[in-house]
């Protein structure tokens, strides 16, 4: 039971252009959520977390918005660069200070010249 | 060091051979995890350490796998009688209890058995 999802594989945009990341949860328990960003041959990076208390954090040109009621988060990049592209994976935890982590598949972000 | 070190980065392991795989966590921190990535899946959590205590080893896989932090910082995990279907990337990650929670990670051990 795959309790965080991320729907879309696969994400093209446009240099400059805003990217847009889905993470959908099933586990209403889920009380922190981290985004992060992973190159080829590389471990995980992080990216930016909002805590359940929040429907929204931003980090220069990262913002992460949180619909408890929808268990949905997303991660808007503006303006894209093509740095960004990686692969995303979502992530969330319960408990704070219990530090395990659930990862969503993951979507690979291509930002196009 | 600076960051989450793993070693070997690449292993390459006969099926039935033991294998053992190093991190070394980010000086001071107290927590650390191993996670396994197959490939196109987002990395699964097998389990973790808060100082030498192993806390959680609900994600190991079977009783081949073993893990340990003897001293509170090194840990190795081993894998007994390796299979196929232990062909991974293993992950090790450390934090510190910090407001952000924010865990880091270390580039990871390529694991191919054949």
């Known amino acids: 039971d795959q309790q965080v999802k991320q729907n879309s594989p696969s994400l093209s945009v446009q240099e400059g252009r805003i990217s847009i990341l889905n993470c959908d949860y099933t586990?209403?328990?889920?009380?922190?959520f981290l985004w992060y960003k992973k190159y080829p041959a590389e471990g995980p990076t992080f990216l930016i977390s909002?805590?359940?208390?929040?429907d929204k954090n931003e980090d220069g040109r990262f913002t992460v918005f949180l619909n408890k009621s929808a268990k949905h988060l997303s991660l808007h990049i503006v303006p894209s660069q093509p740095g960004d592209s990686a692969v995303y994976f979502c992530a969330a935890t319960f408990n704070f200070g219990n530090e395990k982590l659930t990862f969503g598949t993951g979507t690979r972000l291509t930002i196009i010249p | 060091g600076a960051g989450v070190s793993q070693s070997p980065r690449y292993k390459v392991a006969k099926r039935g051979q033991d294998v053992a795989l190093r991190c070394d966590p980010i000086?001071?921190?107290?927590?650390l995890f191993w996670y396994q990535q197959a490939l196109g899946q987002g990395p699964e959590f097998l389990t973790y350490f808060q100082n030498e205590a192993q806390l959680d080893k609900s994600g190991l896989p079977s009783d081949r796998f073993f893990a340990e932090r003897p001293e509170g910082s090194v840990s190795t995990l081993k894998i007994q009688r390796t299979q196929q279907e232990d062909s991974a990337v293993y992950l090790c990650a450390s934090s510190s209890y910090r407001v952000e929670n924010t865990i880091y990670f270390g580039e990871g051990s390529w694991l191919t058995v054949v």
């Open positions: 000086s001071g921190h107290v927590s």
């Open positions: 909002i805590s359940s208390i929040k």
């Open positions: 586990n209403s328990m889920f009380d922190y």
